[in-house]
Nanobody, 119 residues
């Protein structure tokens, strides 16, 4: 089992910055990727950014150039640096971890952290 604990959400003015952190614990073997998703009210969860175990990254078009994902493998922690925040970035942000083990894919989610950007 894997446990994900997020921190760093909050309220910020438009144009400001926030840094989200997600610390993973538990079964840390065979991690394929970690990342961040977000969910707007009444909408499905959508990808924000993901980083693979090899360090490659992928971003949603809406955050490219503003958000940066990074990972500290020694600490099993993934970060999301969010700059130039916009009111439309307001959402609940969820940490995500994927493991590939014996032909199966295992996905884990954090509890979510609210990010609110005021105009």
């Amino acid at each position: 089992q894997v446990h994900l604990v997020e921190s760093g959400g909050g309220l910020v003015q438009a144009g400001g910055s926030l840094r989200l952190s997600c610390a993973a614990s538990g079964s840390m073997s065979s991690i394929n990727a970690m990342g961040w998703y977000r969910q707007f009210p009444g909408k499905q969860r959508e990808l924000v950014a993901v980083i693979s175990s090899g360090g490659s990254t992928n971003y949603a078009d809406s955050v490219k150039g503003r958000f940066t994902i990074s990972a500290d493998n020694a600490k099993n922690t993934v970060y999301l640096e969010m700059n130039s925040l916009k009111p439309e970035d307001t959402a609940v942000y969820y940490c995500y971890l994927q493991r590939l083990f014996r032909g199966f894919t295992y996905e884990y989610w954090g509890q979510g952290t609210q990010v609110t950007v005021s105009s």
